[in-house]
Antibody
């Protein structure tokens, strides 16, 4: 059974940093790209970043480029999102999503999400 | 690539047939997925490649379209189907979602 478990969310001040983690199980982690998708309170879904299965390729939304860094440790079956320079508009539930393949952009499973709140 | 869904919300009754439309700002071939999200829950993947059901998704859900215009159809709405539905293109990065369609009980 595929499981994705996010952690690391919390409250931080504007300009602060947080590192999210997504632990994966139930599939061959290195064979699948992974993404972070966020949802601001009461709003729709917004893609944040993606990383290919072997971690060679990374992609970012313009709104987070230069502030967020996606990475993965395939030996630990874990996906990360380092978030620096946080802004109020980054407040959201952050979901990790599993790609059907090494880099297709097709999501088949989602984690339960972790809430990030940026506020003074 | 901008994704536009319509309507943004709709009211329907149990056993109704429901259609939700998604339009892409440029040709995305069939690189289109649909998701269902219930309040306080993570999204659930329903359809990819415009018309292929994800594993375990009931056949009352179907998708159609190619190029710029796509449709999600729920053939006979059941109480568990009241939710918000999103489309998403994966033709190119950045990946983009539609604004969502909330399906409510009439």
């Amino acid at each position: 059974e595929v499981q994705l478990l996010e952690s690391g969310g919390g409250l931080t001040q504007p300009g602060g940093s947080l590192k999210l983690s997504c632990g994966a199980s139930g599939f061959t982690f290195s064979s699948h790209a992974m993404s972070w998708v966020r949802q601001a309170p009461g709003k729709g879904l917004g893609w944040v970043s993606a990383i290919s299965g072997l971690g060679i390729s990374t992609y970012y939304a313009d709104s987070v480029k230069g502030r967020f860094t996606i990475s993965r440790d395939n030996s630990k079956d874990t996906l990360y999102l380092q978030m620096n320079g946080l802004r109020a508009e980054d407040t959201a539930v952050y979901y990790c999503a599993k790609d059907r393949g090494p880099n297709s952009g097709i999501f088949d499973f989602w984690g339960q999400g972790t809430l990030v709140t940026v506020s003074s | 690539i901008q994704m536009t869904q319509s309507p943004s919300s709709l009211s329907a009754s149990v056993r109704d047939r429901v259609n939700i439309t998604c339009r892409a700002s440029q040709d995305i071939s069939n690189s289109l997925a649909w998701f269902q999200q219930k309040p306080g829950k993570a999204p659930k993947s329903l359809i990819y490649a415009a018309s292929n059901l994800q594993s375990g998704v009931p056949s009352k859900f179907s998708g159609s379209g190619s190029g710029t215009d796509f449709t999600l159809t729920i053939s006979s709405l059941q109480p568990e189907d009241f939710a918000t539905y999103y489309c998403q293109q994966y033709k190119s990065y950045p990946l983009t979602f539609g604004g969502g369609t909330k399906v409510e009980i009439k």
